[in-house]
């Protein structure tokens, strides 16, 4: 999806790269938006709780009681073990962050990397079946 959308230097992240994440100083952001900004490197990334697509509907949040926990969702690169989930970062708001595996058909969202080691015109064809499950390389 990333160097379809942006071009061919941008890939989406791996399972460990988001895994290096779960360990860095993260806060909970609750203002214009709500979500969860990670500390790298004296750099901070926002990442937004932007739910996830289920069936016909958007989550963006759980109840506990009388508190809501936002979540946010993002798709690595890898497919599970028997090829038939992904991995993904996940968060609730006050929660957790982890990195979980999810069905496919789950919409999440992305978070693109911009990798200047790949060739600037990769020739290579993607083929994306009619449920949306990744693809051919």
Request: aromatic share 12%; charged share 20%; glycine share 8%.
């Amino acid at each position: 999806a990333a160097s379809i959308n942006w071009g061919a230097k941008w890939r989406m992240p791996t399972k460990d790269e988001f895994s290096s994440l779960i360990d860095v100083t993260n806060t909970d952001v609750k203002s214009d938006i709500v979500g969860k900004c990670l500390q790298i490197r004296n750099t901070n990334l926002l990442f937004p709780a932007a739910g996830l697509g289920r069936s016909t509907k958007l989550q963006v949040y759980v109840n506990n009681g009388e508190e809501k926990y936002y979540s946010g969702n993002y798709w690595t690169n890898e497919p599970d073990s028997d090829n038939s989930d992904a991995y993904g970062l996940q968060f609730y708001t006050g929660i957790r962050l982890e990195i979980t595996d999810h069905v496919r058909q789950f919409g999440f969202s992305i978070r693109p990397i911009y990798d200047e080691t790949l060739p600037e015109n990769d020739p290579v064809a993607l083929s994306i079946d009619t449920y949306g499950n990744g693809g051919t390389l």
